[in-house]
Nanobody, 122 residues
């Protein structure tokens, strides 16, 4: 049974940093793209960053330069280092296994974690 467990969220002041972790079990993630999404209240879930099985990273818009996605295949874990956090980064952050890109569109895979809350105060 595939499980993704996120951790590392919390409350931080604007300008601060957090490091999120997504630990996978029941699957070897090394061959898959893994992505972080986030969902703020009243808004749709949006892609934050994705890292391919080969380690190539993609970032959405305002996350470029502030967030870094990485993976440790030996630990079956993907990380999201978030620096210079802003109040608008407040959301529940979700890990997704199997996110793919095709014809200009990112599509999430089947498996999601339960999410971890990130709150950034001004």
């Amino acid at each position: 049974q595939v499980q993704l467990v996120e951790s590392g969220g919390g409350l931080v002041q604007a300008g601060g940093s957090l490091r999120l972790s997504c630990a996978a079990s029941g699957v070897t993630i090394s061959r898959y793209g893994v992505a972080w999404y986030r969902q703020a209240p009243g808004l749709e879930r949006e892609l934050v960053a994705e890292i391919s099985g080969g380690g190539i990273a993609y970032y959405t818009g305002s996350m470029k330069g502030r967030f870094t996605i990485s993976r440790d295949n030996a630990k079956n874990t993907v990380f999201l280092q978030m620096n210079n956090l802003k109040p608008e980064d407040t959301a529940v952050y979700y890990c997704n296994l199997g996110t793919t890109y095709y014809s200009g569109t990112w599509s999430p895979g089947t498996y999601w974690g339960q999410g971890t809350q990130v709150t950034v105060s001004s």
